[in-house]
């Protein structure tokens, strides 16, 4: 198996596993307790927040756990929301955001407040000056996310950070595709609130946090006990707590040798299909990229069918968000930055870890091309395309 879906999630790192065992067995008290056992866990839970806090330069009781990505933006929005509705009812956001923020904004839009979607370029950025333009005196946040899941472009966050603090504005970001992959420091960045999760880095599922800077109003979300800080009751998932902290450790000290090594990989993945392949164009910024994305559009083919026909070939890749797989609709990320349907119905997206080698790239090339080739000469739309090109 050759497995490039690396932005939908991760395998686990052996020794984070090997980390987490025993607060499965011997160390299986709650962290709530006051006992020894428990005070056990409290003190490995403890040890993940600062691991955590420290890798985005921020303080450890600003780190909030979660049950993930999706759980830590929805927060971060209603809470924001209901805590600053006095001073404002706007909200600024962009049209290539993961649906955990879209559709936490449609719930707002029905409460009242309003919500402007900020256009992206060709290559999925934002406009800082369409930024700037979008704010009113009644702007309570602006959730603009770090890098992009499907295409993988970068949005220009420190910029966003600078004009949100001098506005007076909260300042969130999405950056669940860019923490642990690309170097984060919330105060250098003017960050807020952040939201990350465990699965993208070799981390357990079903783990996640949310960065609340000091002094920002926070209404708890999830009601019950006085687990992290009163702010989101129930027991802590201690297991899953540890296994994120070691992911993250694993992760600062790997990041440098890890992108280079993906940096080599994607470029050379991404050359190869655009110059073998005709009709097939890359998607996303060409820089200002994450290291391991790939997303490239094949034109007179369905994503679906290619996606299929690889995986036959044992080879696991994606069309867009796995949020969104099973869905007929073209990806919205894709629709943003220009592509007709037809176009965004062609999409591949192939993210890659440090585990990809160059053979395993030259292998998904020769497979790619072999059933690109075999779906257009099924399409009766590539066989119009050839006959007028012949004209």
């Not at 990505?69 to 929805?74: L, R, T, V």
């Not at 920002?216 to 687990?227: D, E, P």
């Not at 992760?251 to 993906?262: N, V, W």
Request: net charge negative; aromatic share 6%; with cysteine.
């Amino acid at each position: 198996m050759i497995y490039l879906d690396n932005a939908a999630t991760t395998r686990m790192a052996p020794e984070l596993v090997e980390a987490m065992l025993p607060y499965f067995t011997e160390h299986f008290g709650n962290a709530s307790s006051i006992y020894a056992l428990g005070s056990a866990s409290k003190k490995a839970v403890n040890a993940a927040r600062r691991t955590i806090a420290e890798s985005i330069g921020a303080k450890m009781e600003e780190i909030y756990f979660t049950a993930g990505g999706s759980e830590a933006d929805n927060w971060a929005l209603k809470a924001v929301a209901e805590a600053y509705e006095g001073k404002g009812r706007h909200i600024i956001t962009s049209k290539i955001e993961h649906h955990a923020i879209l559709h936490t904004c449609e719930y707002l839009q029905k409460r009242g407040f309003d919500v402007t979607y900020l256009d992206v370029d060709e290559t999925g950025l934002i406009s800082v000056e369409a930024l700037k333009a979008a704010i009113r005196p009644d702007t309570i946040l602006i959730s603009i996310m770090f890098a992009n899941n499907e295409i993988g472009t970068i949005e220009p966050i420190a910029e966003i950070g600078a004009i949100a603090k001098e506005r007076g504005i909260l300042f969130h970001t999405d950056a669940v595709q860019a923490f642990g992959q690309l170097p984060i420091d919330v105060e250098e960045l003017r960050i807020d609130l952040l939201s990350a999760s465990a699965h993208k880095l070799n981390g357990p599922k079903g783990i996640g946090f949310l960065y609340v800077r000091n002094g920002l109003k926070l209404r708890s979300f999830i009601h019950g006990g006085a687990q992290e800080r009163s702010k989101r009751a129930g027991t802590e998932n201690v297991p899953a707590i540890v296994g994120f902290g070691k992911a993250v450790e694993r992760a600062m000290l790997m990041m440098e040798e890890k992108t280079q090594k993906e940096l080599k990989l994607r470029d050379y993945l991404m050359k190869r299909l655009e110059e073998e392949v005709p009709y097939a164009f890359v998607n996303g910024h060409r820089q200002k990229r994450l290291p391991n994305n790939v997303n490239i559009s094949f034109r007179f083919i369905e994503g679906e069918s290619l996606l299929i026909m690889l995986d036959m070939k044992g080879i696991c890749a994606s069309s867009g968000s796995a949020c969104t797989s099973g869905s007929l609709d073209p990806s919205h990320v894709l629709l943003a930055i220009g592509l007709k349907h037809e176009e965004a119905h062609g999409s591949l997206r192939l993210t890659l870890s440090e585990e990809n080698t160059m053979e395993e790239m030259d292998v998904v090339v020769e497979a790619v091309k072999e059933i690109v080739d075999k779906l257009r000469a099924m399409s009766p739309l590539y066989e119009d395309f050839v006959k007028k090109q012949g004209k």
